[in-house]
């Protein structure tokens, strides 16, 4: 029995017919893909992120180890968790970098509108509907901020699988997808059918990868990575090893996806606010160091890129401008 639902009421759900109607509204909604599983704790999932964290692969992320047991136990996140619905949304748009050294380039997940907005509207729309259809439902939303492993759920779900790189990775998008979740109080169909892993003896992104971020497949080591120094890190200076090998990265970095076989799939995405926001794509270097708070809180309200902070953003801009001299001199 559902957790507060009637008797009468748990007899009467067609969990099948339910689940194939969950599906379709989420697809209606805008989501590229959608799977149900089961809400259970990820027990082979929390050895290998034991593992990770065991090795200070997290860097300074200390939260990914304060709150091991809520990434691991949807009930512990959502008690009344049963079922796990798990969606992707496409956000690829074909807007390509500029080689303009006096701008810096983007990642492509933070060109447009801020993601977690993006997706946490659909699943809003997408809870309103089941709690319509069972007044019985309660749910709780989870996109990225929340303590949930994303991609282990997804995997679980069949939407993908995890990639060298240790993205997700789907047949269709690629791995220009975002990933959200929504934990639900209702018993439903669960999916078991799951993505077997494609990449074979791919490197590509391992040998990319300009600061060997990726120290072995599918581990990542955070105190290398471009996208957490750029984005996570709060230093005012950046990582030893990092600024040298930027290769004209300013927020983010994408050279792995990039470089990613299955990425030839990509299609634009249907959702208008994944387009790019001026200045987003290629941001210019000097006016970044020009901004006041005010003029930063306007121009990146909304957006992702807000997570850097100002702070973030100005450090980003110097140490990129300070490498491109390097080069400069270099060639001279």
Request: glycine letters at 8%.
């Given at each position: ?8 009421e748990c007899k009467t759900i067609d969990r099948i017919g339910l689940s ?54 949807p009930q512990r996140l959502f008690p009344a968790a049963l079922s796990v ?248």
């Amino acid at each position: 029995m559902t957790p507060n639902a009637e008797p009468s009421e748990c007899k009467t759900i067609d969990r099948i017919g339910l689940s194939r109607a969950i599906k379709e509204r989420a697809l209606s909604a805008g989501f590229d893909k959608v799977g149900i599983v089961r809400a259970e704790i990820l027990a082979a999932e929390r050895s290998r992120v034991q593992e990770w964290l065991d090795r200070g692969y997290q860097g300074e992320m200390h939260w990914m180890g304060s709150d091991l047991d809520q990434r691991t136990n949807p009930q512990r996140l959502f008690p009344a968790a049963l079922s796990v619905i798990v969606v992707a949304l496409n956000y690829y748009t074909p807007d390509k970098h500029s080689g303009d050294p006096e701008t810096g380039k983007v990642s492509r997940y933070a060109w447009g509108d801020d993601y977690h907005e993006v997706v946490r509207s659909k699943l809003s729309a997408l809870l309103g509907w089941i709690e319509n259809e069972v007044p019985s439902a309660t749910g709780k939303m989870c996109v990225d901020i929340q303590p949930m492993m994303d991609k282990a759920w997804a995997v679980r779900a069949g939407l993908g699988w995890i990639g060298k790189h240790t993205n997700l990775i789907t047949h269709e998008f690629g791995s220009w997808v975002f990933i959200g979740e929504l934990l639900l109080n209702l018993e439903l169909e669960y999916d078991s059918d799951q993505v077997e892993d494609h990449c074979g003896s791919c490197t590509l992104c391992i040998d990319a990868c300009p600061t060997s971020a990726i120290r072995e497949p599918y581990v990542v080591d955070s105190n290398r990575c471009i996208s957490y120094a750029t984005i996570e890190w709060r230093a005012p200076e950046m990582p030893p090893g990092i600024t040298e090998n930027l290769e004209g990265w300013f927020y983010g970095c994408d050279i792995c996806q990039d470089v990613c076989p299955w990425n030839r799939f990509e299609t634009a995405t249907g959702e208008d606010r994944f387009q790019p926001r001026p200045g987003t794509v290629n941001a210019r270097l000097s006016e970044i160091l020009d901004l006041t708070p005010q003029r930063y809180a306007e121009q990146f309200r909304g957006s992702a890129m807000k997570r850097a902070k100002l702070t973030g953003l100005q450090r980003n801009a110097r140490a990129l401008l300070r490498a491109q001299e390097t080069v400069r001199t270099q060639k001279a």
